[in-house]
């Protein structure tokens, strides 16, 4: 059977939970949009008698992206007896965009409240299993949805798959209970498995600017994070069986508390280099890279501000109301954009506003995008700064 590596993204928002469905509940009458067939609603009606995938995504969302061919597979496998529906809320105009890239012949609905308010969750990819009868089969990981999955619940009717394991941003920020008066603490623990993986810092209430907690995080993401640099430029030295994100004892719930926000990743790569197995370290060395360049005659559109913004990166769009070139830089490469390290070798100082909207996992899309502000990349040999990890 093949594996498929999928993340948690997590977000918020806010809907009525009355009309909740479980396992095991019949799904009411429903209508969504639909996007790439020639009727422009599905519903109930339509379903009846096939097994239903409802996976809820976006197209910010790498791993969503990601598991989309398995997907198509699961379509093409069992044709008119399964219907696979991809569920967004996001702008019409933005899916389109997405469909016109990635045309999948499963169908891409767009919905904005009445599937969310009878499934809902805080983290995407989502999916939902629909018996041919109509009731819930299960809610649960995308990866857990095989072929043998769905034979079995065409021919029975029902299955029994693991339930996701959802977690509210509140229960992230609390989740070590601490006292607000507290001043300094370094709290780590094993694993565990009724969370998913997730990073929280403090940006706001008594542990503003000082706070950082992870939670059943690998060790190699805790240190990405620390350090602030993308996997392109990760070094690793030390035994593979440290690094394997299913290795659920190299993962860790970790919570930091400084007296100085300006210490706080200081202090926080040095408890870690002192309680794990892996370590850590700055180094040189020469590799491929991805240079963000001017273009030759061509303006800057940008404009420029006099202090650093709210930036958002999403996967798919980039927005930012002050930014550097350097972090930008920073951005595309802690996404793994092209795959490598991320060099700006622009002349541009100072903070910008960013505007422009891509395709994940499209380089010409991003390409276009940055030609229209007067940039472009190129592939070369640079010696660059990169984080090592080893085992002592």
């Known amino acids: 059977m093949k594996k498929y590596a999928f993340l948690i993204f997590l977000f918020i928002h806010f809907q009525t939970f009355s009309q909740t469905l479980e396992i095991g509940d019949q799904l009411p009458e429903f209508s969504v949009e639909v996007l790439n067939r020639d009727k ?3 519903g109930s009606e339509d379903l009846k008698g096939k097994v239903v995938l409802l996976d809820f995504w976006a197209t910010w969302c790498s791993p969503c992206v990601a598991g989309m061919p398995h997907l198509q597979e699961l379509q093409d496998e069992f044709k008119d007896k399964l219907v696979v529906i991809t569920v967004s809320d996001e702008a019409k105009d933005k899916l389109e965009k997405f469909i016109a890239k990635k045309p999948y012949n499963f169908t891409y609905a767009r919905d904005l409240q009445t599937l969310r308010s009878f499934f809902p969750f805080n983290s995407i990819p989502h999916s939902v299993l629909i018996a041919p009868n109509g009731t819930v089969s299960a809610l649960t990981e995308p990866q857990n949805i095989t072929k043998k999955v769905i034979e079995t619940l065409i021919k029975r009717g029902t299955i029994d798959l693991p339930v996701k394991k959802d977690m509210s941003f509140e229960l992230a920020k609390d ?20 969370i998913p993986s997730f ?3 403090a940006t706001k209430g008594p ?12 060790i190699s993401r805790m240190y990405k994070f620390v350090y602030d640099v993308g996997s392109p430029r990760v070094v690793q030295e030390g035994a593979e069986e440290y690094f394997i ?4 004892q190299y993962r860790y719930n970790m919570d930091i508390v400084v007296e100085n926000p300006d210490s706080l990743y200081a202090e926080l790569k040095d408890k870690l280099n002192e309680v794990l197995p892996i370590k850590s370290k700055t180094a040189k060395k020469t590799m491929k ?5 001017r273009i030759p005659n061509q303006p800057f559109p940008l404009k420029k501000t006099d202090h650093i913004g709210n930036t958002n990166s999403d996967g798919s769009s980039y927005q930012s109301t002050g ?3 350097e972090h930008f830089g920073k951005d595309l490469e802690s996404r793994s954009v ?13 903070f910008y506003e960013f505007d422009f909207t891509y395709m994940a996992d499209d380089l010409n899309s991003l390409k276009e995008e940055l030609n229209k502000i007067g940039l472009d990349y190129a592939y070369e040999e640079r010696e660059i700064d990169v984080l090592v990890l080893y085992e002592e």
């Open 207 to 218: 542990f503003k600017g000082r706070r950082i907690t992870m939670l059943n995080a690998p």
């Open 40 to 42: 422009e609603s599905i």
């Open 338 to 350: 092209f795959g490598k390290p991320v060099v700006n070798d622009t002349d541009l100082n100072g």
């Open 289 to 293: 890279v991805a240079v963000i360049k």
């Open 323 to 325: 930014n550097t070139l």
């Open 175 to 194: 989740y070590f209970q601490l006292d607000t008066t507290v001043k300094s603490s370094f709290i780590i623990q094993p694993y565990n498995p009724d």
């Open 245 to 248: 994100f299913e290795n659920a």
């Open 199 to 201: 990073s929280f810092s």
